[in-house]
C-alpha cells in the first residue's frame, strides 16, 4: 500500500499517565497505519493499551492521561497539534467511536433519536434530521425505528444500546470508525450480529476502521490486520491470517494456544501462567520475559525491536527467538 491510500498514521505514539509517584507510561513507542476502507485490529489482554491508544488517537484521555510523543496523522494533519476547537471539528464528524460500555456513554435523559441527531448539519431542517436519524436506525438493525426514535436508553436492550451507539458513531458519516471492544458483555448469538453489521456497513459505506477486541474469534473475522499489544507496546503486527496461522511471538502465540479449537478437540485447554506486568512496574527486558516460555536472560534484561519477519515488511514482531516459532506454530488455527 502507498502512503496516499493510507487514512490513518501514527508514528511513535507515548502516553503517560501522571500519579503522584511519577508517570507512568501506558502506550509506549506505538507505531501503526490504517489503509482506506480496511479494518486494523488490536488485540491482547486488558490492561495491554488498547483502548489508550484509540482515546489517545481522538485527544479524549481523562487527566492525568496525556498523549506525550509521537505523531497521530490523519489526512496529512497531526493530530497532536490541532487545537481543542479544531479537534472538536473532527471527533464525531471525521472520525467517530464506539465506546466499550453504551450505557455508561449514552445519555439516559435524552432521547436516543436526539443524540443521533446531535451530529446532524445544523442547516438540515428538524424534519429531514428525523428522517435521516430513522434511516441510520433501520441502516443497523433497530426495529419500529421511528417509534424508538423517542425512546431512552433504559428502554433498549443491551445489543440495541449497542446499535444506537453505532448510529450516533455514523450519524457525520466519518472515514474512520474507532471501535473499543463493541461485543462486550453481549451474548454470542447478539455479538454475531454486532459484527456482521460492522462489516456490512464498513463495506457499503467504504468506512476505514480500527477494532480493539481481546476476543481473538472476532478478530479473525473481521480485521485484514493485526496489532497484538502488551504492555502497552506492540509485539506483533501482519495480515490477519498469517498472525492467526503464523504467529511469531510468543505472546501471540500462546494467545492463539489459549484459543478453544477443533483442531485441538479432546486436549486441555492452555492457559498462560502469571499476569500482565504493572504499568509502573515495567521488567528490564521483554515485558512478556517473566512469562514467556522460551525466555532466557537476554530476553530479561534486553528489549527487542521490531524487526522485519523473513524480510516481510506487512509482518513485524518484538522477539529474540522468531526462528523457533516458526515450526512449532504452523498448525494454529483459531
Not at 116 to 128: A, G, L, N, R, V
Not at 244 to 251: A, R, S
Not at 277 to 284: G, I, Y
Request: net charge negative; aromatic share 6%; charged share 30%.
Amino acid at each position: 500500500m502507498s502512503e496516499i491510500e493510507r487514512i490513518l498514521d501514527v508514528r511513535h505514539l507515548k502516553t503517560d499517565f501522571f500519579l503522584e509517584n511519577g508517570p507512568v507510561t501506558a502506550v509506549n513507542d506505538v507505531s501503526f497505519h490504517v489503509n482506506k476502507g480496511e479494518t486494523f485490529g488490536l488485540i491482547g489482554e486488558s490492561g495491554s493499551g488498547k483502548s489508550v491508544t484509540l482515546r489517545s488517537i481522538l485527544r479524549l484521555l481523562r487527566k492525568p492521561g496525556k498523549v506525550v510523543g509521537g505523531q497521530i496523522i490523519y489526512k496529512e494533519r497531526d493530530l497532536c497539534r490541532l487545537s481543542e476547537q479544531e479537534m472538536r471539528g473532527i471527533r464525531g464528524r471525521e472520525i467517530g467511536m464506539i465506546f466499550q460500555e453504551p450505557m455508561t456513554t449514552l445519555n439516559p435523559v435524552q432521547t436516543i433519536g436526539s443524540q443521533i441527531m446531535e451530529s446532524f448539519k445544523k442547516s438540515m431542517t428538524k424534519e429531514e434530521k428525523e428522517k435521516r436519524a430513522v434511516e441510520l436506525m433501520q441502516l443497523v438493525g433497530i426495529p419500529s425505528a421511528e417509534e424508538r426514535l423517542r425512546s431512552y436508553a433504559h428502554q433498549f436492550s443491551g445489543g440495541m444500546r449497542q446499535r444506537a451507539m453505532i448510529a450516533i458513531a455514523l450519524a457525520s458519516e466519518p472515514s474512520l470508525l474507532l471501535a473499543d471492544e463493541p461485543t462486550t458483555a453481549l451474548d454470542v448469538t447478539i455479538q454475531d450480529q454486532i459484527i456482521r453489521l460492522l462489516r456490512k456497513l464498513q463495506r457499503d459505506l467504504g468506512m476505514s476502521m480500527i477494532l480493539v477486541t481481546h476476543d481473538l474469534g472476532v478478530a479473525s473475522e473481521i480485521c485484514d490486520r493485526i496489532a497484538v499489544m502488551y504492555g502497552g507496546r506492540i509485539m506483533e503486527q501482519a495480515p490477519a491470517e498469517e498472525i492467526f496461522t503464523h504467529p511469531k511471538h510468543p505472546y501471540t502465540y500462546d494467545l492463539m494456544r489459549s484459543v478453544p479449537s477443533m483442531e485441538r478437540k479432546g486436549s486441555e485447554l492452555y492457559s498462560i501462567e502469571g499476569t500482565p506486568p504493572s504499568l509502573d512496574n515495567m521488567p528490564a527486558g521483554c515485558p512478556f520475559a517473566p512469562r514467556c516460555e522460551l525466555a532466557d536472560d537476554r530476553c530479561r534484561e534486553d528489549a527487542p525491536e521490531l524487526t522485519s519477519v523473513n524480510g516481510e515488511e506487512e509482518h513485524i514482531a518484538r522477539c529474540w527467538h522468531i526462528d523457533r516459532l516458526i515450526e512449532q506454530a504452523k498448525y494454529l488455527k483459531v
